[in-house]
């Protein structure tokens, strides 16, 4: 794991790295008043086995602790957000399944400030299950997304929304199934970007593609590809930064929606103007 602190040019101003002897990812950081959380996970160098951990850090980015989270499987952290005065970590466990690598629950680790572990909680179908996002509520519990596999008899993952309370029992959930014959199978735009930003589009599909991109609100701004008749596969398109006339966009956050035959995908876009 590699934590780079920069100024307000870009410039590094210190550097450090954190890890436990094999492969280590860090997938999350929030800003504390005198350092950083981040949260990641980290392979044993024996074993190969993925733990989740918390790392604190000074204002320098030097280590003042680091807490391994998760049980004698694999478990992986996919994020982090503030809860109250200390942290969750979403993610998915295999530990607290049958261990087996077509099987994982969403899992949650709760926090303090110090990255102290004071409750973990697992959901879902002992299938693949993922959780890749979530905040926290007023009332101190949370809202988190990700995906549930089979959920409606199908081999795809279908989306998922649930709501915990404070200690993460579930009291809420619903599920959008995977549309047979969509075209996207997913999508990741390069963000920010200046010139022009990278849309890479994996479809299931052939398909007509077309991508509209839209300012804070609502406004269509620019229709950059349309009419593009694109073959089963991976692909990379390039998206201009500039409206429908031509002029470069003023720098902002924007909406890109990516239509592939019945499916629908959207992305919010920097534009870092010059």
């Not at 101190?140 to 404070?166: I, K, P």
């Not at 052939?206 to 609100?217: A, G, N, R, Y």
């Not at 930064?241 to 470069?248: H, I, Q, Y």
Request: charged share 15%; net charge negative; glycine share 14%.
């Amino acid at each position: 794991g590699w934590f780079l602190r920069l100024d307000s040019d870009g410039v590094v101003i210190s550097e450090s790295t954190f890890g436990t002897g094999g492969m280590t990812e860090m997938t999350g950081i929030i800003a504390t008043s005198d350092g950083c959380a981040i949260a990641g996970s980290g392979e044993g160098s024996e074993t190969g086995i993925a733990d989740m951990c918390l790392v604190m850090t000074d204002s320098s980015g030097s280590l003042l602790s680091e807490t391994t989270l998760g049980g004698d499987g694999w478990d992986r952290s996919l994020g982090l957000c503030q809860a109250g005065d200390g942290y969750l970590i979403y993610g998915y466990s295999r530990s607290f399944t049958s261990g087996e690598m077509n099987r994982s629950d969403l899992y949650i680790v709760r926090t303090d400030p110090q990255g102290i572990q004071l409750w973990e909680e697992t959901h879902g179908t002992g299938r693949p299950d993922y959780g890749w996002s979530a905040t926290q509520c007023s009332d101190g519990g949370f809202v988190l997304a990700g995906c549930v596999t089979n959920f409606e008899g199908s081999t795809f993952y279908d989306a998922w929304v649930l709501r915990v309370d404070s200690l993460g029992q579930l009291s809420q959930q619903g599920f959008e199934p995977h549309q047979e014959g969509s075209a996207i199978i997913s999508g990741h735009i390069e963000n920010p970007c200046s010139a022009a930003a990278s849309l890479r589009l994996s479809l299931e599909s052939e398909s007509e593609v077309e991508v509209l991109l839209f300012d804070i609100l609502g406004r269509l701004m620019a229709t950059p590809v349309t009419d593009l008749i694109l073959p089963v596969g991976e692909h990379l398109i390039s998206i201009p930064a500039v409206n429908s006339n031509g002029a470069p966009l003023p720098s902002g956050v924007y909406a890109l929606q990516v239509r592939a035959g019945e499916s629908r995908i959207s992305f919010c876009l920097t534009i870092i103007g010059k």
